[in-house]
């Protein structure tokens, strides 16, 4: 997770769970999981995308048009909210 706000632009988080990256979304890079799996090498794959970034003075709008966690994350939660909201 990442501690404190500052700097926040220049942070990613890595995960394999959207509920890592929840408060900061647009932080967020989603990888696939690597559980029981001893020739895993996601983050290999990732070195381009990180060198990528690395060169960005706010690593958020890029990562926010590439992965749109938050459109991903209305269209889970929106019709929850709905149906919440009848009450």
Do not use: C, H
Not at 45 to 71: A, C, G, H, N, W
């Amino acid at each position: 997770i990442v501690k404190g706000l500052r700097w926040i632009e220049k942070k990613v988080i890595i995960d394999n769970s959207f509920y890592a990256f929840a408060y900061q979304l647009d932080n967020g890079i989603p990888i696939s999981s690597w559980f029981d799996n001893k020739k895993d090498e996601e983050l290999q794959t990732m070195i381009p995308l990180l060198q990528t970034i690395r060169k960005k003075r706010d690593v958020r709008p890029f990562l926010r048009s590439k992965y749109k966690l938050r459109e991903k994350v209305n269209r889970f939660t929106l019709p929850f909210s709905r149906v919440s909201n009848k009450n």
